[in-house]
């Protein structure tokens, strides 16, 4: 059995997903996530006009060497883009053996570890009550971990709050330019430690309960938000400061001992070492389709559980099913696994990629079928083509550029 077709398909049911199809001289098919938000058209081009006519006729059960050939045999290694694309290829092959061995991919990884992935969704509001009611919403549906964002007086807009009911809140607006807004960091560590006061008020200390800072503070300003917000008794705190200079973390860590979690922008094992081998967070965040794919994210996870440090797999809405599906079967398989994001795709997208995997009582699980068990309908794809999108950009007051 030979690789014979590799197809990139780029849709927009309600937001963009970049999307590798391969096909097998067995007539077997394989399905990957390139997504890279707001940059979606430079992994299809890496995919299309690079990577694919290098997969033709190649053995899609040497997994393991096909991600090597394409990492290493490049030179340029690392970076988004890249990993982006590795990971397509690495999860439509995961795809394909499952398939031939008719087992789920999680069955191929080990076996299950556990009954199902505990997963944690979003609630939002721009002040209080609706952040409250925001969380009771996401209570009725299920949930038994809920990360909270709240406006922050004096602000217009802030990082994490929906325009809706519905659960995305980004990209903020389709078109050439992307959307922007003021950030005051002040204002902020001002006002969130009395936001889980209230939380804690209103839903006593048994709710797992997280918040995301978004790269937006320095290590100093990290240390004390995770200092008072200690007495809250948060799941995690997430991406404190940016993630480029993870010594950065020995700081907070003295300060503070909420646990940390880091590394939805990670792209491989060397962003997250120093982080794991010191023991600077608790959990590893990175996605596995930007991260070089089931393949090189199970390195990782490994690693991680040599420290105690648990996996919280990035899960947004931008990560097509097929993404969240090859997380959930990593997820069941993993010894560290610690919880799943989960953000809600619209209907429109459960409809272009049907999926096995499932939601019940707080937690998911992957399925049985065969592979990721994701099919694609193409023909329903092609009818909602690319729409330009970009993620926000962030100012201070002053008009300088911040990080978002």
Same mark, same amino acid.
């Given at each position: *059995?030979?690789?014979?077709?590799?197809?990139?398909?780029?849709?927009?049911?309600?937001?963009?997903?970049?999307?590798?199809?391969?096909?097998?001289?067995?007539?077997?098919?394989?399905?990957?996530?390139?997504?890279?938000?707001?940059?979606?058209?430079?992994?299809?081009?890496?995919?299309?006009?690079?990577?694919?006519?290098?997969?033709?006729?190649?053995?899609?059960?040497?997994?393991? =060497?096909? /991600?090597?050939?394409?990492?290493?045999?490049?030179? /340029?290694?690392?970076?988004?883009?890249t990993m982006a694309a590795i990971?397509?290829? =690495?999860?439509?092959?995961?795809?394909?053996?499952?398939?031939?061995?008719?087992?789920?991919?999680?069955?191929?990884?080990?076996?299950?570890?556990?009954?199902?992935?505990?997963?944690?969704?979003?609630?939002?509001?721009?002040?209080?009550?609706?952040?409250?009611?925001?969380?009771?919403?996401?209570?009725?549906?299920?949930?038994?971990?809920?990360?909270?964002?709240?406006?922050?007086?004096?602000?217009?807009?802030? +990082?994490?709050?929906?325009?809706?009911?519905?659960?995305?809140?980004?990209?903020?607006?389709?078109?050439?330019?992307?959307?922007?807004?003021? /950030?005051?960091?002040?204002?902020?560590?001002?006002?969130?430690?009395?936001?889980?006061?209230?939380?804690?008020?209103?839903?006593?200390?048994?709710?797992?309960?997280?918040?995301?800072?978004?790269?937006?503070?320095?290590?100093?300003?990290?240390?004390?938000?995770?200092?008072?917000?200690?007495?809250?008794?948060? %799941?995690?705190?997430?991406?404190?400061?940016?993630?480029?200079?993870?010594?950065?973390?020995?700081?907070?860590?003295?300060?503070?001992?909420?646990?940390?979690?880091?590394?939805?922008?990670?792209?491989?094992? /060397?962003?997250?070492?120093?982080?794991?081998?010191?023991?600077?967070?608790?959990?590893?965040?990175?996605?596995?389709?930007?991260?070089?794919?089931?393949?090189?994210?199970?390195?990782?996870?490994?690693?991680?559980?040599?420290?105690?440090?648990?996996?919280?797999?990035? @899960?947004?809405?931008?990560?097509?099913?097929?993404?969240?599906?090859?997380?959930?079967? *990593?997820?069941?398989?993993?010894?560290? %696994?610690?919880?799943?994001?989960? *953000?809600?795709?619209?209907?429109?997208?459960?409809?272009? %990629?049907?999926?096995?995997?499932? %939601?019940?009582?707080?937690?998911?699980?992957? @399925?049985?079928?065969?592979?990721?068990?994701?099919?694609?309908?193409?023909?329903?794809?092609?009818?909602?083509? +690319?729409?330009?999108?970009?993620?926000?950009?962030?100012?201070?007051?002053d008009g300088t550029v911040h990080d978002w």
């Amino acid at each position: *059995m030979k690789i014979e077709d590799v197809q990139v398909i780029v849709s927009s049911p309600t937001r963009n997903f970049v999307t590798l199809k391969i096909r097998t001289s067995d007539g077997v098919i394989g399905l990957g996530d390139a997504t890279l938000n707001g940059r979606e058209l430079a992994v299809a081009s890496y995919l299309r006009d690079h990577i694919g006519p290098l997969l033709i006729a190649r053995d899609p059960s040497q997994i393991e =060497d096909t /991600w090597n050939y394409l990492y290493k045999g490049a030179y /340029w290694r690392r970076g988004p883009v890249t990993m982006a694309a590795i990971a397509a290829v =690495d999860m439509a092959l995961w795809d394909i053996k499952g398939k031939v061995a008719g087992l789920p991919v999680y069955q191929l990884l080990g076996g299950a570890s556990r009954e199902g992935c505990l997963a944690y969704t979003h609630a939002t509001g721009a002040d209080m009550p609706e952040l409250i009611d925001s969380v009771h919403r996401q209570l009725e549906l299920g949930y038994r971990a809920i990360r909270a964002q709240s406006g922050v007086p004096g602000l217009d807009g802030v +990082y994490g709050i929906g325009r809706s009911d519905d659960v995305d809140y980004e990209p903020a607006g389709r078109g050439a330019r992307p959307s922007e807004e003021t /950030w005051d960091t002040s204002a902020y560590l001002r006002h969130i430690p009395s936001v889980f006061e209230q939380l804690r008020n209103q839903f006593g200390h048994e709710l797992p309960l997280l918040h995301d800072a978004h790269h937006r503070l320095t290590p100093q300003q990290a240390a004390r938000l995770g200092k008072d917000l200690e007495p809250y008794d948060l %799941f995690w705190l997430e991406d404190v400061t940016p993630a480029e200079n993870p010594s950065a973390l020995r700081l907070v860590r003295q300060h503070t001992t909420i646990p940390l979690a880091i590394g939805e922008v990670f792209n491989s094992i /060397w962003d997250a070492e120093l982080l794991l081998r010191e023991q600077l967070i608790d959990f590893i965040r990175c996605a596995i389709v930007h991260a070089g794919g089931i393949t090189h994210v199970r390195k990782i996870w490994s690693m991680a559980e040599l420290y105690q440090v648990r996996t919280g797999s990035h @899960g947004p809405s931008d990560v097509s099913p097929i993404g969240l599906a090859a997380a959930l079967h *990593m997820g069941l398989s993993a010894p560290n %696994f610690g919880i799943q994001e989960h *953000m809600r795709h619209q209907p429109l997208v459960d409809e272009v %990629f049907r999926h096995a995997y499932r %939601f019940d009582d707080g937690y998911l699980h992957p @399925g049985d079928e065969p592979g990721l068990g994701i099919s694609l309908d193409e023909e329903l794809a092609t009818r909602y083509p +690319y729409e330009c999108a970009y993620l926000p950009v962030a100012h201070l007051p002053d008009g300088t550029v911040h990080d978002w």
